[in-house]
C-alpha cells in the first residue's frame, strides 16, 4: 500500500471541523472502507494525492471533467477571467455565451437559466412545473438522485442508497407525501400512479441514463413511454441530464434516444469543474421564472464570470475537437469489453452497464441490471475489495458500487489497457485468496 500518512493527517483534522471530513458524502469512501485520499492536484487523466502517490482517474470529479483536468483552454478560460473580475452580480456577455452554447447542443431547450449546481437546477425545474400546471405531485424513480432537494431525497441513489438513507430525515411527511416513487424501467408502475392521481402530478423527473444506482441505460420503449403519458396526462417531462448532459451525446440523452422533454436539468460538464447548474426547456413553461413570470428563483453567483469562462471554454472545446465522442467511445467500449473478460476470467459474476463514457461493473449473479432492485442485488463487499485493491494499484475507481466510473478524453487506449490489466490481477487475488 502507498504512503498515504498526509491523507491521514488530514482526514483527522478534517473531521475536527467538516462534518464526516467531507464535504460531500459520496467522498468519505463509506462503503469501500479506508480514509478518503486528499487530492493535491490533478492533470489530465490523472489526480495526485497529499503523499504524491498518483492515480489514473475514473471519478472525474463524478462527471465534469470529460476532458480530463487541467485542460489547457479551461484554465486558460479561468485564468483570464479572474484578471477581470470573480463576480459582479450584474449580466455579462459570458452568460449570454453560454446560453447559446447550451441551446444550441440541446434542440428541445429554448430558453435556459444558470444556477450553481445540479440541485438548484432540478429543485427549480420541479418549483416551476408545479407553477406551470398548478399541480403539487411529482413522479421520480427509485434509486434515481436528482441533488439533495427535499422533494428528491425519497428512494434516492448515489450517496443515499451508498450510506443507506434513501429517505432522509429532516424531510418533512408533507413534501414526500407529495413525491411519488415509481420503478425505473417500469412504465407501468408510472402509468398506475398517474390513473390514481390524474390531476395532481405537476411532473416525472427522470434520469434518462440513470447513473446513480450504477450506470442503468433506459430500456428501449421507457423514454418514449415517459413522453405519451407526460402528453396524456397533462404533466411536464424534466429529463435530468446533470450526469448525461453533453456526456452520452453533445444533445445528451435526449439526442442519443430522440426523445423530447419538455424540460432539461444539466450541471457537470456545463461548468467544467466550476460551480455551474443550469435549466431550460420550453418557452411556454421557461417564461413562468422570474423577473418575466412568478415562479421565483434566484442566485447571487448564479451564472458567474468564472463558472461561465469554464463552461464556454469547455462546450467550445467539445465542439472543436474532432471526433470527439467516437475517440471517447473508442476508449470506452475498451474499457467495458476489459472489464468483463478480467471478470469472466476469473469466474466473477458480473454485469456492465455502459452507455458512452459512463459506465459501471455491478458485481451481481444477475444477468441484467436494469432497476434498483437489481442494483441492490450487488455484492457491495465484493465492490469495496476490488475498489481499495485497484487503488493500491494506481487505479481510482468510484468508491462506491452505485456510482459512474468516468472515461475522460484525457485517457489514453494504454491508460486503458493498463486499467485492464491490473482489474485482471486483483481479480486473480481476490479469488485465488477466497479459494484459501
Ligand atoms: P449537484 O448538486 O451535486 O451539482 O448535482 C446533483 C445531481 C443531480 N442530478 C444528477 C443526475 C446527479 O448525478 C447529481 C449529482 N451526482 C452526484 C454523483 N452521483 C454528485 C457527487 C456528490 O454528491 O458529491
Same mark, same amino acid.
Given at each position: 500500500?502507498?504512503?498515504?500518512?498526509? *491523507?491521514?493527517?488530514?482526514?483527522?483534522?478534517? $473531521?475536527?471541523?467538516?462534518?464526516?471530513?467531507?464535504?460531500?458524502?459520496?467522498?468519505?469512501?463509506?462503503?469501500?472502507?479506508?480514509?478518503?485520499?486528499?487530492?493535491?492536484?490533478?492533470?489530465?487523466?490523472?489526480?495526485?494525492?497529499?503523499?504524491?502517490?498518483?492515480?489514473?482517474? +475514473?471519478?472525474? *470529479?463524478?462527471?465534469?471533467?470529460?476532458?480530463?483536468?487541467?485542460?489547457?483552454?479551461?484554465?486558460?478560460?479561468?485564468?483570464?477571467?479572474?484578471?477581470?473580475?470573480?463576480?459582479?452580480?450584474?449580466?455579462?456577455?459570458?452568460? $449570454?455565451?453560454?446560453?447559446?452554447?447550451?441551446?444550441?447542443?440541446?434542440?428541445?431547450?429554448?430558453?435556459?437559466?444558470?444556477?450553481?449546481?445540479?440541485?438548484?437546477?432540478?429543485?427549480?425545474?420541479?418549483?416551476?412545473?408545479?407553477?406551470?400546471?398548478?399541480?403539487?405531485?411529482?413522479?421520480?424513480?427509485?434509486? $434515481?438522485?436528482?441533488?439533495?432537494?427535499?422533494?428528491?431525497?425519497?428512494?434516492?441513489?448515489?450517496?443515499?442508497?451508498?450510506?443507506?438513507?434513501?429517505?432522509?430525515?429532516?424531510?418533512?411527511?408533507?413534501?414526500?407525501?407529495?413525491?411519488?416513487?415509481?420503478?425505473?424501467?417500469?412504465? /407501468?408502475?408510472? /402509468?398506475?400512479?398517474?390513473?390514481?392521481?390524474?390531476?395532481?402530478?405537476?411532473?416525472?423527473?427522470?434520469?434518462?441514463?440513470?447513473?446513480?444506482?450504477?450506470?442503468?441505460?433506459?430500456?428501449?420503449?421507457?423514454?418514449?413511454?415517459?413522453?405519451?403519458?407526460?402528453?396524456? +396526462?397533462?404533466?411536464?417531462?424534466?429529463?435530468?441530464?446533470?450526469?448525461?448532459?453533453?456526456?452520452?451525446?453533445?444533445?445528451?440523452?435526449?439526442?442519443? +434516444?430522440?426523445?423530447?422533454?419538455?424540460?432539461?436539468?444539466?450541471?457537470?460538464?456545463?461548468?467544467?469543474?466550476?460551480?455551474?447548474?443550469?435549466?431550460?426547456?420550453?418557452?411556454?413553461?421557461?417564461?413562468?421564472?422570474?423577473?418575466?413570470?412568478?415562479?421565483?428563483?434566484?442566485?447571487?453567483?448564479?451564472?458567474?464570470?468564472? &463558472?461561465?469562462? &469554464?463552461?464556454?471554454?469547455?462546450?467550445?472545446?467539445?465542439?472543436?475537437?474532432?471526433?470527439?465522442?467516437?475517440?471517447?467511445?473508442?476508449?470506452?467500449?475498451?474499457? /467495458?469489453?476489459?472489464?468483463?473478460?478480467?471478470?469472466?476470467?476469473?469466474?466473477?459474476?458480473?454485469?456492465?452497464?455502459?452507455?458512452?463514457?459512463?459506465?459501471?461493473?455491478?458485481?451481481?449473479?444477475?444477468?441484467?441490471?436494469?432497476?434498483?432492485?437489481?442494483?441492490?442485488?450487488?455484492?457491495?463487499?465484493?465492490?469495496?475489495?476490488?475498489?481499495?485493491?485497484?487503488?493500491?494499484?494506481?487505479?481510482?475507481?468510484?468508491?462506491?458500487?452505485?456510482?459512474?466510473?468516468?472515461?475522460?478524453?484525457?485517457?489514453?487506449?494504454?491508460?486503458?489497457?493498463?486499467?485492464?490489466?491490473?482489474?485482471?490481477?486483483?481479480?486473480? /487475488?481476490?479469488?485465488?485468496?477466497?479459494?484459501?
Amino acid at each position: 500500500m502507498s504512503n498515504i500518512e498526509r *491523507s491521514l493527517q488530514e482526514f483527522s483534522r478534517a $473531521c475536527k471541523k467538516i462534518p464526516g471530513g467531507v464535504n460531500s458524502p459520496v467522498r468519505a469512501f463509506k462503503s469501500v472502507g479506508g480514509v478518503p485520499l486528499f487530492i493535491q492536484t490533478a492533470k489530465g487523466a490523472h489526480v495526485t494525492d497529499l503523499d504524491g502517490n498518483r492515480y489514473l482517474d +475514473y471519478v472525474g *470529479s463524478w462527471g465534469p471533467m470529460i476532458l480530463g483536468h487541467s485542460y489547457e483552454s479551461v484554465t486558460t478560460a479561468i485564468c483570464d477571467a479572474t484578471q477581470k473580475g470573480a463576480s459582479f452580480g450584474a449580466p455579462t456577455e459570458a452568460e $449570454c455565451e453560454l446560453a447559446e452554447l447550451i441551446c444550441s447542443f440541446v434542440p428541445s431547450v429554448e430558453l435556459v437559466r444558470l444556477v450553481n449546481s445540479g440541485t438548484e437546477a432540478t429543485m427549480s425545474a420541479l418549483r416551476l412545473a408545479r407553477g406551470f400546471t398548478k399541480r403539487d405531485r411529482v413522479i421520480k424513480f427509485e434509486g $434515481c438522485y436528482h441533488g439533495h432537494g427535499d422533494s428528491f431525497l425519497i428512494s434516492a441513489g448515489s450517496g443515499a442508497t451508498t450510506l443507506g438513507v434513501p429517505n432522509s430525515p429532516g424531510v418533512t411527511a408533507g413534501t414526500a407525501a407529495d413525491t411519488l416513487v415509481a420503478k425505473y424501467n417500469d412504465l /407501468e408502475s408510472v /402509468e398506475v400512479l398517474l390513473q390514481k392521481y390524474p390531476d395532481s402530478i405537476a411532473a416525472i423527473i427522470v434520469e434518462p441514463v440513470a447513473g446513480n444506482m450504477g450506470v442503468i441505460p433506459p430500456a428501449d420503449d421507457f423514454l418514449q413511454g415517459l413522453r405519451d403519458l407526460t402528453h396524456k +396526462y397533462g404533466a411536464v417531462l424534466i429529463f435530468d441530464e446533470v450526469m448525461s448532459g453533453f456526456r452520452v451525446a453533445k444533445g445528451g440523452a435526449q439526442e442519443l +434516444y430522440s426523445v423530447r422533454p419538455d424540460l432539461t436539468t444539466f450541471g457537470k460538464v456545463i461548468g467544467g469543474g466550476l460551480p455551474v447548474g443550469a435549466y431550460g426547456g420550453r418557452k411556454d413553461i421557461m417564461d413562468m421564472v422570474a423577473p418575466i413570470g412568478p415562479v421565483y428563483q434566484a442566485g447571487t453567483l448564479a451564472g458567474n464570470p468564472l &463558472a461561465t469562462a &469554464a463552461g464556454i471554454a469547455t462546450l467550445r472545446a467539445i465542439d472543436t475537437i474532432p471526433d470527439f465522442y467516437t475517440a471517447l467511445e473508442k476508449n470506452a467500449v475498451m474499457l /467495458e469489453k476489459g472489464l468483463q473478460r478480467a471478470c469472466s476470467d476469473h469466474g466473477i459474476d458480473s454485469v456492465l452497464n455502459r452507455v458512452g463514457s459512463m459506465m459501471t461493473a455491478f458485481f451481481t449473479s444477475n444477468s441484467t441490471v436494469q432497476n434498483y432492485t437489481d442494483a441492490t442485488t450487488c455484492d457491495t463487499q465484493l465492490y469495496g475489495r476490488f475498489f481499495n485493491e485497484m487503488l493500491k494499484r494506481g487505479i481510482y475507481m468510484a468508491p462506491s458500487q452505485f456510482e459512474a466510473a468516468f472515461v475522460s478524453y484525457a485517457h489514453t487506449s494504454e491508460n486503458i489497457e493498463t486499467t485492464v490489466k491490473t482489474a485482471g490481477m486483483v481479480l486473480e /487475488e481476490i479469488t485465488s485468496s477466497q479459494l484459501k
